[in-house]
């Protein structure tokens, strides 16, 4: 499975971003698609995730309220719609998604990142 992400950038605070993400490759059936993050400094973090049961979303209590995430089943893509950003959320996003394969495992994925910077 490959993950292309897309929509990072610059953005001054108080500003909006939309991040998207599209999977591909081999026949498989995801369980959960998500949104991480990793800032100079620190260990990479949860901002969120979807899952394909039922559509249950987790947020990080840190983006809760200003983060959205959606996806298309259809097209096995994820959305990150980020309103009201602060210098804090300046991170590397990485899209992450969770497939279960044929033999009834699970398989985890990354993209390979986009920054997104917001500045004061």
């Known amino acids: 499975v490959q993950l292309v992400e897309s929509g990072g950038g610059l953005v001054q605070a108080g500003g909006s971003l939309r991040l998207s993400c599209a999977a591909s490759?081999?026949?498989?059936?995801?369980?959960?698609m998500g949104w991480y993050r990793q800032a100079p400094g620190k260990q990479r973090e949860k901002v969120a995730v979807?899952?394909?049961?039922?559509?249950?979303?987790d947020y990080a209590n840190s983006v809760n309220g200003r983060f959205t995430v959606s996806r298309d089943n259809a097209k096995n893509t994820v959305d990150l719609q980020m309103n009201n950003l602060k210098p804090e959320d300046t991170a590397v996003y990485y899209c992450?998604?969770?497939?279960?394969?044929?033999?009834?495992?699970?398989?985890?994925?990354w993209g390979q990142g986009t920054q997104v910077t917001v500045s004061s």
């Open positions: 979807i899952f394909n049961e039922g559509d249950r979303t």
């Open positions: 490759g081999s026949p498989f059936s995801v369980y959960a």
């Open positions: 992450h998604t969770v497939v279960t394969t044929s033999r009834g495992t699970y398989d985890s994925f």
